[in-house]
């Protein structure tokens, strides 16, 4: 009996912890995949943003 409720107790740690590692897992797939848009939009509109210094330095009014 004892060790049936050792058994159960380490089943019982495992399963949390696996439910637990499952949604940090997800939790930092989704802020790696908002990060990766994010500094892409970023990135985008750098280059937007220098090319049209650049344009505008070409033209002066």
């Keep these: 009996e004892n060790t049936e ?3 159960r107790f380490v089943c019982c740690i495992i399963s949390k912890n696996v439910r637990f590692f499952c949604s940090f897992l997800s939790m930092v797939l989704i ?3 908002l990060l990766a848009s994010v500094t892409n939009m ?3 509109g750098l280059a937007t ?3 049209q210094r650049a344009n505008i330095t070409h033209f002066p009014h």
């Design 42 to 44: 970023l990135d985008q």
């Design 5 to 7: 409720k050792k058994h």
């Design 31 to 33: 802020y790696s995949y």
């Design 49 to 51: 943003f220098s090319r």
